[in-house]
Structure formats: C-alpha cells, structure tokens
C-alpha cells in the first residue's frame, strides 16, 4: 500500500507525562494489619495487666485492714478488762480493785487467736519515775506530791489514782511480723 497524498493522517500528540507511580496500591481488603493488631494485643494486655494489679492490691488492703481490726479488738478488750478490775472493791486476795492491776497483767502474754502468730503484751507501769515519755512520765500516780514512789506489787495500794500501761500487739502476715505500741492510763471511775 502506497501512501495516499490525499489521505491526511491525523496528528497524534505525544502521551502527556505522568509521574510514575511507585507501587500500584490495590484496594484494601477487610481484616487488620499485623502492625494494628500488635498494638491492640499490647494495649489490652496493660489494661488486663492493670486491672488485675488493682485486684490484687485491694484483696492485699482488705486483709490488712482485717487484721488490723483484729489487733485493735483485742487490745480493746484487754482495755475493757483492766478497767473493769480497777473498778472492783479493793481486795488483792480476790484479785480486784486498783492494785490486782499490776499482779495480774505486768508481763502479761497472751495469744491472740484470729490474728495469725498473734500475741498481745501487757506492760503495767508502777515506778513513778520511769513511766515513759508517751504516758507523761515521769508523773505521781498516787498524787503525794513526787514522782519517786515504786507502786508495783502489793505496794500499790488503794491511793493510786492512775495505772499507766503499755500494750503491744505482735502478728505475722505475708509482710513480716507487724507490731503495733499502744499506751493509754487507766483510773478508777467508781468508788
């Protein structure tokens, strides 16, 4: 075939340019990334981590607050005991009254069964001058003017007006041994 002068061919302009593409993207299809997925596992496990750290915690204070009830308890009732005694005629052959106090719980140990490895330690202070600093000591117990006397035994007598004490609470848990101090004066309100 012959080229026909007649025959005009159209002019054909050249492809205009267009960046290249680096990689043709496809269409996203459903489900996740490996990336979103990683991070949605690692932020759930801290929630979970989290929550669970704050379960424990709460069971840990519960039982601490338990057992601190407890100690409290028995310390409120060896308070209750004394005080109950001091209140009693004066008869240290029944041990009653004022001076039973010191003869029956100075050095006094007793078990304190809901606590675990619990015990509970009576110090009864009958020296006037050594009375520690947390009950006011030295202080006059018996009001005769000084702080020298040594009220303890049988030597206490019914002119003692104040039995200052110390209580102390010892227990295990899983923190160790936990020991609590409690001082606190007693005086007779009956006569």
Do not use: W
Request: glycine share 8%; with cysteine.
């Amino acid at each position: 075939m012959m080229d026909n002068p007649m025959i005009t061919q159209p002019e054909i302009s050249p492809p205009e340019s267009t960046p290249p593409e680096s990689t043709p993207k496809r269409p996203r299809e459903g489900g996740f990334s490996m990336l979103e997925l990683t991070v949605s596992v690692s932020i759930f496990a801290i929630a979970l981590l989290s929550t669970g750290l704050t379960l424990l915690h709460g069971v840990r204070s519960q039982d601490e607050s338990t057992t601190s009830s407890d100690s409290l308890r028995a310390v409120r009732d060896v308070y209750a005991e004394i005080q109950q005694i001091t209140n009693q005629p004066q008869d240290l052959t029944k041990f009653q009254g004022v001076s039973a106090v010191y003869t029956l719980y100075n050095g006094l140990v007793r078990t304190v069964p809901e606590l675990p490895a619990g015990t509970i330690t009576c110090v009864v202070f009958a020296n006037e001058a050594t009375i520690p600093v947390e009950l006011g000591g030295p202080q006059d117990l018996n009001f005769d003017g000084d702080a020298a006397d040594n009220l303890g035994g049988s030597a206490m007598g019914t002119d003692l007006q104040l039995i200052p004490f110390q209580l102390t609470v010892s227990y295990t848990d899983d923190r160790g041994t936990i020991t609590h101090v409690f001082y606190r004066s007693i005086a007779q309100t009956t006569d």
